[in-house]
Each structure stands twice: as structure tokens, then as C-alpha cells.
């Protein structure tokens, strides 16, 4: 079921706006690793997702989520960093860490969703 509209998935509207925000976020940081680091994994999950939907199948659109899942825990990792660093402040941070986190569940349920569990292949295999 590939879907060719991923424009119409919650999960990337939310991502697209968290991307944006963290761009904002880390735009007068200097530590330019952080900077950089951060710019790509929260530009990369939006990304995934609209990549995968566009595959033409379920288990690259699988595949993909897994990929954007992981840059979002690598993004709030980095927001971890920065907090307690004191590049960013709390107020700055925490919000975006949650919303993080909400969209890694989000993925995560739509991976399901897509199924593809390799157990539940074999069994269907079988019986």
C-alpha cells in the first residue's frame, strides 16, 4: 500500500514543523557540530518519511520509518546535549524534545500499522 500522498500524513506535518523549529533553534548556535548534526538528522525525518511513502512498497515504506525514527532519537539526543551543555535553555528545549519523542510513537504506529513482522510472515508462511 504505498501511500503517494505524504503530504497527508499527520506524522510528516508534525515532523515538517519540528524541523523548522529546530532550525530556528540552532540557528545563532556556534558550536557548528552540533549545529550541523542537528540540521541533518531533524531535516532527515520529514525527509524519510515522504521518501518511503513515495516507494512502491510497504516494506520500503518500513524501512524508511525505521531510518526517520532513528534520526529522531538522534535529534533529541543532540537536544539533550545541548540542554545540559547550556547551549539551550529548558524552556527552549524540553518542548522540543517531547514533540520528538511523540513523533518517533507516531512512526512507530504507522510502521505497525504497515505490518511486515517478519514472525507474523513466517506464520502465515506455515499455516
Wanted: glycine residues 6%; proline residues 3%; contains cysteine.
Amino acid at each position: 500500500m504505498p501511500l503517494h500522498h505524504f503530504e497527508d500524513l499527520e506524522v510528516w506535518k508534525r515532523s515538517s514543523r519540528l524541523a523548522i523549529s529546530v532550525l530556528e533553534l540552532i540557528d545563532p548556535v556556534k558550536l557548528y557540530a552540533l549545529r550541523d548534526q542537528m540540521a541533518r538528522c531533524c531535516i532527515s525525518v520529514p525527509s524519510n518519511i515522504a521518501e518511503g511513502a513515495e516507494r512502491e512498497s510497504d516494506r520500503e515504506f518500513r524501512r524508511f520509518l525505521s531510518i526517520a525514527k532513528g534520526s529522531a532519537g538522534e535529534l533529541r539526543t543532540q537536544l539533550y546535549i545541548g540542554l545540559h551543555a547550556g547551549v539551550f535553555t529548558a524552556t527552549a528545549a524540553t518542548p522540543l524534545i517531547q514533540e520528538a519523542k511523540e513523533i518517533a510513537s507516531m512512526i512507530e504506529g504507522l510502521r505497525k500499522r504497515l505490518g511486515g513482522n517478519l514472525f507474523n510472515a513466517m506464520l502465515s508462511f506455515f499455516f
